[in-house]
T-cell receptor, first 115, second 115 residues
Framework: AQKVTQAQTEISVVEKEDVTLDCVYE???????LFWYKQPPSGELVFLIR??????QNEISGRYSWNFQKSTSSFNFTITASQVVDSAVYFC????????????FGKGTHLIIQP | EAGVAQSPRYKIIEKRQSVAFWCNPI?????LYWYQQILGQGPKLLIQ????????DSQLPKDRFSAERLKGVDSTLKIQPAKLEDSAVYLC?????????????FGPGTRLTVT
């Protein structure tokens, strides 16, 4: 069975602060994929990043960065110099490498960026 | 490129009534997913299609939910009869192929309220 835990239900920071969203996952698969999605108030899920289980390199994209650590089964997401437009619910998700491959989502972290 | 289309966007019905949702995936995407997102939770996979065949429907409440993708393109999800606990957003997603390396693109969702 697969499981994704996002322990932070809600985080509130002031604009320009850095913020890290935690994600811990459980799986028995040796090949799997991890994802982060953003869900703004409009409701549509927006894909942010995909990482496969064989690639532990951290990734940076503008103000966003991701830290994948297999040893601790974590895939954390950091926003640097947060902006009000970053306010949304962020979901971490897990997907097996083969066969039926629907996403298993965490419960999400509601990020509030205050001006 | 057009995204995943869903209709209707909103639906209000009384319990024990029937309802149907429609999804048109991104052109050329072989794999289609239906997810249920209850308020405050992450989306949960209901069913996955590969072309017009079912890959995974292990979490679909088959006594009341049904789904079809007859021509391998658009899909319909039906609930009959609806219960109060079916109130949720129903998300449709598609991906190029049913392998973990491809990201899923989500539609805007249908918000169902059962009274």
């Amino acid at each position: 069975a697969q499981k994704v835990t996002q322990a932070q239900t809600e985080i509130s920071v002031v604009e320009k602060e850095d913020v890290t969203l935690d994600c811990v996952y459980e799986t028995r698969d040796t090949t799997y994929y991890l994802f982060w999605y953003k869900q703004p108030p409009s409701g549509e899920l927006v894909f942010l990043i995909r990482r496969n289980s064989f690639d532990e390199q951290n990734e940076i994209s503008g103000r966003y960065s991701w830290n994948f650590q297999k040893s601790t089964s974590s895939f954390n997401f950091t926003i640097t110099a947060s902006q009000v437009v970053d306010s949304a619910v962020y979901f971490c998700a897990l997907r097996p490498g083969g066969g039926a491959d629907g996403l298993t989502f965490g419960k999400g972290t509601h990020l509030i960026i205050q001006p | 490129e057009a995204g995943v289309a869903q209709s209707p966007r909103y639906k209000i019905i009384e319990k024990r009534q029937s309802v149907a949702f429609w999804c048109n995936p991104i052109s050329g995407h072989a794999t289609l997913y239906w997810y249920q997102q209850i308020l405050g939770q992450g989306p949960k996979l209901l069913i996955q299609f590969q072309n017009n065949g079912v890959v995974d429907d292990s979490q679909l409440p088959k006594d009341r939910f049904s789904a079809e993708r007859l021509k391998g393109v658009d899909s319909t999800l039906k609930i009959q009869p609806a219960k109060l606990e079916d109130s949720a957003v129903y998300l449709c997603a598609s991906s190029l192929e049913g392998t973990g390396s491809y990201e899923q693109y989500f539609g805007p969702g249908t918000r169902l309220t059962v009274t």
